[in-house]
C-alpha cells in the first residue's frame, strides 16, 4: 500500500483519476462530432487492399474517389469489390436526398402556418424551380427513396460491374448523359444524328450516385416509378416502371430482374450506414 493512503483513500484517487480521464478525452473531441459518430473516409484506390470489405449490415462511411480497373479480376472477386465500392456510396447519396426531403417537409409545414423567414423563401424558389413545380407535396414524394437493389443492378448494368470507359475515366457509373459545355464530361467515341455524344464526370462514386437519384427524382420519364416507388418496396415490381432509362425498353427490365436475382442483391435493401460525422458532405 502507498504510504500515508489506507485503502478507502487509494479508491477515492482511482475513481477521480478515472473521472479526470474521461472529462479530458470528452474535450478532446471535436465539438461537432457526437459520440460514436465516425469520420467519413475519402479514399484514392490504389489496388483491392484499400477497399473496405462489406460485412454484416452495418456499412463503414467511405466515399472513394475512383474505380480500378476490374477487368483482371476472376466474375465473383470484380462483382464483390464493385459492390463494396458502390454500397457506402449509396448509402450517403440516399442519405442527403432524405434530409433533402426533410427540409422540403419542414418548409411545407412552415408555409401553412405563415412562418417563413428570408433563409426559407430562398430555399423554397431553389427547390421549386429545380423540380419546376409549385406543389411541395408532389417533391416530397419525388424525393422518396427505393430499393438499394435496383440501384445496384443499374450501376452493374451500365457500367458493366465497374469496367467500362466512363466509369473508369470519370467515374460515371449510371450513363449519365452531359448536355451543358460548362460542367465536368467525356466525349463519347459514337455520336448520334451526326453530334458528338457527352457523360457526365464526377470526382467521386458519391457524386455519380447522387446525381443518379437526382435524375430519378426530377425526369418526367421516371414519374410513374416515383409513384409506384411511394406506395411499395418491392424491386421485382418497381423495376417494371424503370423501362424508360434504356432503349432497350423492357429487355432493359429484364437484365435488370435478372441481375437481382442471380446476384441476391436484394440481401443488401436492409443495410445501413454507421453513424457518422457529414460535415460538408451534404452541402450543394
Known sequence: MIKGLNLRNLLILIVITLYVSLVLNFLSKPK?????????????ITDTDSIKHIVGSEVYPVIYKNIPNLSELDKDEKKRIFLDIMIPSILMAEEKIKLKQDSVIQIKQKAIEGD????????????TKEYRTDSLQYIVESLHSHPLSITLAQAAIESGWGTSRFCQEANNVFGIWSYNTSEKRVRANNARGGKAIYLRKYD???????????????????????????????????????????????????SLRDIIEHNQLNRYDSVELMPFKSDGIFID
Open 32 to 44: 461537432n462530432m457526437c459520440a460514436g459518430e465516425l469520420a467519413v473516409k475519402y479514399v484514392e
Open 116 to 127: 417563413l423567414n428570408h433563409q426559407d423563401s430562398i430555399f423554397l424558389k431553389r427547390v
Open 204 to 254: 467521386s462514386v458519391f457524386e455519380s450516385v447522387y446525381n443518379y437519384l437526382e435524375t430519378i427524382s426530377r425526369v418526367h420519364s421516371y414519374n410513374k416509378f416515383r409513384k409506384a416507388r411511394s406506395k411499395s418496396d418491392n424491386p421485382y415490381q418497381l423495376i417494371w416502371h424503370l423501362s424508360n432509362y434504356s432503349e432497350r425498353r423492357y429487355e432493359y427490365v429484364k
